[in-house]
């Protein structure tokens, strides 16, 4: 078989094509499909157990209410408490922060700390390795269990 040999008009076309030396865009890569979760990280419970949080369905075993705590001894009563009610097979406990303050009165003396302080360090106490291999998943209550002044703790069940 002979080959096949270029014209003059197919061999002036490729050198101007060739002359302009736009690179070929490359498709950016797809990044990977991730299952949808609420948190954006594994909470340790179902989607059901999930749904009914959510919707305020399922009553809490305990509750504590840390209002009118220093930030230490809410620490400390947090811990203790949290503790006692896993031992004790507790698998949804409340704990109640308040909102803090929402008086914006910058010269007033609550406003010289923080206010909400509670409501900020109760989840970050959550994830502290005292605390962390105790809960599954945490996120705030439903308006019939506190609302935004209150978070629903779920425990890991004993072993």
Do not use: C
């Amino acid at each position: 078989m002979k080959r096949r040999t270029t014209s003059d008009e197919e061999r002036t076309l490729f050198e101007q094509t060739f002359k302009e030396g736009r690179p070929i865009k490359a498709a950016a890569p797809k990044p990977p499909v991730k299952k949808k979760s609420a948190s954006g990280a594994p909470s340790g419970i179902n989607g059901a157990t999930q749904d009914r949080l959510r919707r305020g369905t399922i009553e809490p075993d305990a509750r504590i209410d840390l209002h009118g705590l220093t930030q230490e001894a809410a620490h400390r009563t947090l811990f203790a408490w949290l503790a006692t009610a896993h031992a004790r097979g507790f698998r949804l406990v409340l704990v109640i922060t308040g909102k803090g303050n929402p008086k914006s009165d910058e010269n007033a003396p609550w406003m010289m700390s923080p206010h909400g302080v509670l409501k900020q360090m109760v989840p970050r106490w959550l994830k502290e390795p005292g605390l962390a291999g105790l809960v599954a998943s945490s996120g705030p209550a439903h308006a019939r269990h506190g609302g935004g002044g209150a978070l629903y703790v779920y425990l890991r069940k004993n072993r």
